[in-house]
């Protein structure tokens, strides 16, 4: 806050743009915080939400439900393959605390006792909350709350980039791999394993290499352990499919969903589960195996609305298509990229792509410049007209997602010219 002097006042968003008080525009080459999906005032979106709330605004769902909610859920189920029931909250972080919850209490419910324990991946994120904090450690984020976190099992992940001298790519892959079966044949108290899928995002976009998550997922049904994925930044096409765990042949037993889908407008997210997980929360009300949880703000029939809009149009617009095509434009700047000295690594997949910056490409030496990273890119890339964020020492492309490959070429073409020029303001 102290470097912040100031800050650009958004005063309008027209399509891929955002423009300030000062009549500036920015390519919002961060989709508003990975969320935006057709850009700013889209006409057919906006309609949903203004017809929306000329009928009801927001009404509890605590003994009631309301129209679009209902309609919301059955569109979620229909898309997502093993899915059965939608509970509704509303940001990433408070739906993977009810993921959490669910998983937790399902084994309660029908009586297994000893099953507590959740595992992870090292270096996930799951939000800022504190059950979200302690199952997507990030030690540069939450490093100051860790004693206040509960203990997790973490495994490591396969980044590419970083292994661990003395292995092969396919080699830690299956080191991986074989140090969770190892954990579970030995563990009878593991509840379940919770996961990102596809990527991870925040932890510096690393892409799974193919059969991974799968192989995950055969484990937690081989040793009985329930199989959580996280698609709120990475499902519903970032990564070019509308389903990630689809993509992955890895159904899981709960799944989260945020972000994208509202089309970045209103605040909404959704944990999934399937008909088992559901089944195990039936009961006498004595029995007290109903989950005790629930938002003031649940199932917001306006927000519903929206998604319901943004959901149809996915489909009417053939937007996954559409980004299987587009996304091909970042692969066409893969060697100017790797071309400037302090590029390390490129990571993409679909509409997300990480630039790792090193100052030594030998020794792969993240950049920590003194000042912050993010303020230094973030004020360069606006001299070029775009609106970036890195994490840590990745910059960090995550346009929204119908961008056209015009205003993708601008972005990439933007993003090239902010890193020469901040290259000598950040070794
Ligand atoms: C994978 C993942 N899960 C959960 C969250 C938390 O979502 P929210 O910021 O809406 O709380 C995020 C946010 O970036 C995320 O990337």
């Known amino acids: 806050m102290k470097e912040w002097n100031s800050f650009d006042k958004i005063i309008k968003g027209k399509g891929m743009w955002l423009i300030n008080s000062k009549g500036n525009k920015m390519l919002d080459g961060v989709a508003s915080m990975w969320c935006n999906v057709w850009g700013h005032s889209n006409p057919e ?33 229909n898309i997502s393959p093993g899915m059965h029931k939608v509970f509704f909250s509303d940001n990433g972080s408070t739906a993977m605390e009810i993921a959490i919850k669910l998983a937790v209490q399902y084994w309660k419910n029908i009586g297994e006792k000893k099953k507590i324990k959740i595992a992870t991946i090292e270096n996930g994120y799951h939000g800022d909350t504190f059950g979200a904090m302690s199952v997507g450690y990030v030690p540069e984020f939450f490093g100051k709350f860790k004693e206040q976190l509960f203990s997790t099992i973490q495994f490591p992940v396969p980044n590419k980039y ?7 790519f396919s080699d830690y892959q299956n080191y991986c791999i074989e140090k969770i079966e190892k954990k579970f044949s030995k563990n009878n108290n593991i509840a379940a394993f919770i996961m990102e899928s596809g990527a991870q995002v925040a932890g510096g976009v690393i892409i799974y290499p193919k059969g991974f998550q799968r192989k995950i997922s055969q484990l937690c049904k081989k040793y009985d352990v329930l199989f959580v994925l996280d698609e709120i930044a990475t499902g519903l096409g970032r990564l070019g499919s509308m389903i990630q765990y689809e993509e992955q042949k890895s159904t899981p037993d709960i799944v989260a969903y945020g972000k994208m889908l509202t089309g970045g407008y209103l605040t909404m997210a959704v944990t999934m589960t399937n008909k088992k997980i559901y089944d195990s929360y039936l009961g006498e009300f004595n029995d007290c195996k109903h989950l005790f949880h629930g938002h003031t703000y649940t199932g917001n029939p306006i927000a519903a609305a929206v998604a319901n809009e943004n959901l149809k149009m996915y489909k009417t617009k053939s937007l996954i298509k559409k980004i299987q095509k587009t996304s091909k434009v970042f692969e066409k700047f893969y060697q100017e990229i790797s071309e400037i000295d302090i590029v390390g690594d490129i990571r993409h997949k679909g509409m997300l792509m990480g630039i790792e910056l090193v100052t030594n490409r030998k020794k792969k030496t993240p950049i920590h410049p003194k000042k912050s990273i993010n303020k230094i890119f973030f004020e360069e890339g606006k001299k070029q007209g775009i609106y970036l964020r890195t994490l840590g020492n990745i910059v960090m492309l995550v346009p929204p997602l119908a961008i056209s490959e015009k205003e993708l070429n601008l972005l990439l073409n933007g993003v090239i010219r902010t890193i020469k020029a901040a290259r000598s303001k950040v070794i």
């Open 45 to 77: 979106l906006i309609r949903a939400i203004t017809n929306q709330s000329k009928k009801l605004q927001h009404s509890s769902m605590f003994n009631l439900t309301n129209e679009p909610a209902e309609r919301l859920a059955e569109n979620l189920v």
């Open 162 to 168: 970083r292994i661990p001298s003395g292995f092969t």
